[in-house]
Structure formats: C-alpha cells, structure tokens
C-alpha cells in the first residue's frame, strides 16, 4: 500500500515554452539548415524565468544550444570547440537573415 503527498511552495518558477510558429522561429530553423544541412528541433524540459518574463512583455523568445546533449548537465559535462564554431556560424547566419527582413 502506497501513499501520494503533494506539497506546494509559496514560489514557484515557471517552465519554457517558447512559440513554434512566427518569424524568430522560422528564421532560427531556416539558419541552423543553412549552416548544419538540416535542423532536428527538439524540446527538453527546464525553467528560465526570465524568459516567461521577457513573453509576458510581447518578445518572442527563442532558444538554443550548441553541444552535446549526450553530457548535457553530468557531472563531467564537457563540449566540442567545433559543436561551438559551428553554433557561432549559426548565430552569424541568424543575424544575417534577420539584417535582411
């Protein structure tokens, strides 16, 4: 026989949930395939307050990351210098597509 207690706390964080449609978004995919040859978006759970708070004032916030997700948070998390130069073309690339819209 089993028990379920569930506690609330007086705060709270909220998680991520960024928007899959609109122009951030598209741009963003439309970089990492120019740079990668392809973008695989993909979601993982988390919380970033300031990113609710940056949606609650209209931004439309995107993130990204340039690493391995295989050591993603372990305690030996480590990445690659070519995973982040190619996460830089990107960036470069972003700015780009943006400076022409």
Known sequence: KGRVELKFFDSYTCGVACK??????S??????TRVNG???P???TGGLPCIKEL?????DVQT???????????NDEYCLLS????GFRTLMMLVHLFSDK
């Open 20 to 25: 899959l449609t609109g122009e951030a978004y």
């Open 27 to 32: 741009t963003m995919v439309e970089a990492f």
């Open 38 to 40: 392809q973008c695989k």
């Open 42 to 44: 993909y979601a993982i």
């Open 55 to 59: 949606q609650d004032e209209g931004y």
């Open 64 to 74: 990204m990351g340039f690493g391995m997700m295989s050591t993603y948070h372990a």
């Open 83 to 86: 995973d982040f130069k190619n």
